[in-house]
Each structure stands twice: as structure tokens, then as C-alpha cells.
């Protein structure tokens, strides 16, 4: 069964430093989310991408996010600088195209800021 | 702001009873809704879709949406302690999916 990929699935960092998340989506899925969600409550959209393009990225702290998608298949999320209010689930999900089809979730990344 | 409201529970059943998980959202135009389980420290996995007025089946999970109402809901049948989990609730509008903060649900054996 096709999965969504992400890695890695746990990562501790201090503050200050960098840190990068990779995501590998179903195959053929053309939109690619990422999202983060604190313990507690639902995830919240980052970034969204249609094929190599950002969608939506009106919730990103561009000032220490960013994120692409070069090839329109696999994306990289990162951060830098992480700061301790960062720590959280990060999720990535993709889906056929658009928000209106299904969308189907990575194993996440469990961040810890320290 | 466009919102989608979950009772947060926890919603306790015996196990064997219909638990019934409810959601309501706030965007009129909202065509698409989803229902995810989690288990606590895993992430999202989509159980339901519904598009439609009426109800949908499958399995032990029947999904019902009444968009007059901006109401969806998600009802398990013969539940079981493997049900325990928080269920999300989402609503499409546009290029958008938004998440309810969830309703964690707990059968007992």
C-alpha cells in the first residue's frame, strides 16, 4: 500500500540550531501539505503546495521558515533558527490534487526544542 | 475565521455501544468533509469521506452530513477498546482543510 514518507521521525535540537524535515508523497499525488500540530490539538496547515508551487504558505513564520518542493515530488520543511515554542508533531501529507480530495498523512516527525 | 468545532471529551462508551462524535463548522461553502483517527502519539489516518447530504457506511462507521445544519458526524458501531483515540474532524473549503482540535473517545471494556 503506497505511503507517504517523511523522516526523520524524531529529532532533538537546541535552540538556536537548525533543523530540516524531508517528506516523500504518495506517488502521483500532485499537492503536498506540511502541517504542525501541538499536543492537543488539530494540525494546522504550514505550507501547501500544487506540484513544484506554493498554494498557501499564509500560516509559515517566514522568518525562520521555509520550505520547497523543487521537483514537484519530494519537499524539504526547515527551520532556522528553532526556537522552544517550536517543538511539535510535524506533519506531511499529500493528496491526488487539492484540498477537496483525500488527504493522507506521514508517520510525522516529533520535534523537541530544547 | 473559518472554523471547525469539536467537543474536546473525553467521550466515554461501554464497549459494544454506537459512539457518536460530532462536528460543526462554521464555512457555508465547505464541500468536502473527513474524518481522522489518532492514537496518541501516531499521526492522522483518514477513516471517512463524505461529499454529500445523508449518510455514508462503511463498515462499522457510518458518516452523516447535513450541510443545511453545517453538521457532520461520525457514529461507531459495536465499539471496541481499540477504538480509543482522539477523532478529527475536517472541512474543505477552497484550496483549504481545517482541523477540529479532535474529541478523544474511550471505550471500556
Known amino acids: 500500500e503506497a505511503e507517504v514518507a517523511q523522516s526523520p521521525r524524531y529529532k532533538i535540537t537546541e535552540k538556536s540550531q537548525a533543523v530540516a524535515f524531508w517528506c516523500d508523497p504518495i506517488?502521483?499525488?500532485?499537492?503536498l501539505y506540511w502541517y504542525r500540530q501541538i499536543l492537543g490539538q488539530g494540525p494546522e496547515l504550514l505550507v501547501q503546495?500544487?506540484?513544484?508551487?506554493?498554494?498557501?504558505d499564509s500560516q509559515l513564520p517566514k522568518d525562520r521558515f521555509s520550505a520547497e518542493r523543487l521537483k514537484g515530488v519530494d519537499s524539504t520543511l526547515k527551520i532556522q533558527p528553532a526556537e522552544l515554542g517550536d517543538s511539535a508533531m510535524y506533519l506531511c501529507?499529500?493528496?491526488?490534487?487539492?484540498?477537496?480530495?483525500?488527504?493522507?498523512f506521514g508517520p510525522g516527525t516529533r520535534l523537541t526544542v530544547t | 475565521q473559518k472554523e471547525v468545532e469539536q467537543n474536546s471529551g473525553p467521550l466515554s462508551v461501554p464497549e459494544g455501544a454506537i459512539a457518536s462524535l460530532n462536528c460543526t463548522y462554521s464555512d457555508r461553502v465547505s464541500q468536502s468533509f473527513f474524518w481522522y483517527r489518532q492514537y496518541s502519539g501516531k499521526s492522522p489516518e483518514l477513516i471517512m469521506s463524505i461529499y454529500s447530504n445523508g449518510d455514508k457506511e462503511d463498515g462499522r462507521f457510518t458518516a452523516q452530513l447535513n450541510k443545511a445544519s453545517q453538521y457532520v458526524s461520525l457514529l461507531i458501531r459495536d465499539s471496541q477498546p481499540s477504538d480509543s483515540a482522539t477523532y478529527l474532524c475536517?472541512?474543505?473549503?477552497?484550496?483549504?482543510?481545517?482541523f477540529g482540535g479532535g474529541t478523544r473517545l474511550m471505550v471500556k471494556p
Open positions: 503546495f500544487q506540484d513544484e508551487s506554493v498554494v498557501d
Open positions: 501529507a499529500s493528496s491526488l490534487a487539492g484540498a477537496r480530495y483525500e488527504q493522507y
Open positions: 506517488s502521483g499525488h500532485a499537492t
Open positions: 475536517a472541512a474543505n473549503a477552497g484550496n483549504m482543510l481545517t
